[in-house]
């Protein structure tokens, strides 16, 4: 049994570095992210009610969100485990998390900080392309697919996330400072927080979250 928090700024590497440990420890990755674009694309109630927040790079409401990773939550294959990606990004989602929101009362064994400079942020969210049919990520610099535009892994186009412009970005920064940000004293003092240097080659980072995993399994 594994539950993972993964915590960081918008482009941190959150997404990417979820992903390898949800295929090495066959575990689910729950991204909230994920979760409210499926329900824009598919334009249901939900989507239609996060759409505009998401776009302004605002938060969507703790309300909305709480519901969302819920009944996330309750499905069969979160029972023996799970990765939260994006979620808790407020105090009050880590407080409803931490009370009575995750049915076992779930321990959380790591929340893994992922730190980038600012700076490199930006550089990281403008080359992002993201799979249309899979969800793969993509950079057009530090991880491009073989195919200009072709997801490797399902043949797919690629496209760029709306709120992955630059005026959305800097609102997503400063949502983050805001909002976020505090998590980070609140896991410190629970004693879970690992921080991870994100400002490396998306590999080593693996690695490293690797063996800090391994710590736990043994
Ligand atoms: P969400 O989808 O969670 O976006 P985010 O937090 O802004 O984070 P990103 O997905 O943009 O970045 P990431 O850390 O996953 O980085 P990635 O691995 O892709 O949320 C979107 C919106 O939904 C929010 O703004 C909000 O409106 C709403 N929302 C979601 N959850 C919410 C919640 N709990 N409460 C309220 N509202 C919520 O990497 C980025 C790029 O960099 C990629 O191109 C990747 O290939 C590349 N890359 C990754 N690692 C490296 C590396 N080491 N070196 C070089 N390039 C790298
Ligand atoms: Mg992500």
Redesign the pocket.
Known sequence: MMRLIFL?A????????AQRVSAKYSLPQV????I??DAVKSNTELGKK?QG??QK????S?EI?LGIVKERLAKDDCQKGYIL??????II?AQAFNGNLSQSRAKIDYVLN?EVPEDKILE??S???VCTKCGE???LI??NPLKENICDKCGSGLYQRK?DQKETIIE?LR?YREQTLPLIDYYKKQNVLRTIN?D???DL?SKKIDDLLSGLRA
């Open positions: 960081g918008p482009g941190a590497g959150k997404g990417t570095q991204s909230t992210g994920d409210l674009r996060a927040f998401i790079g605002f938060l969507v703790d969100i990606d994006g979620f808790p990004r407020t989602q992922i990281r969210l080359g992002r392309r990520g993509y950079h530090f991880k709120d997503r949502q994100g490396e080659q998306i980072i």
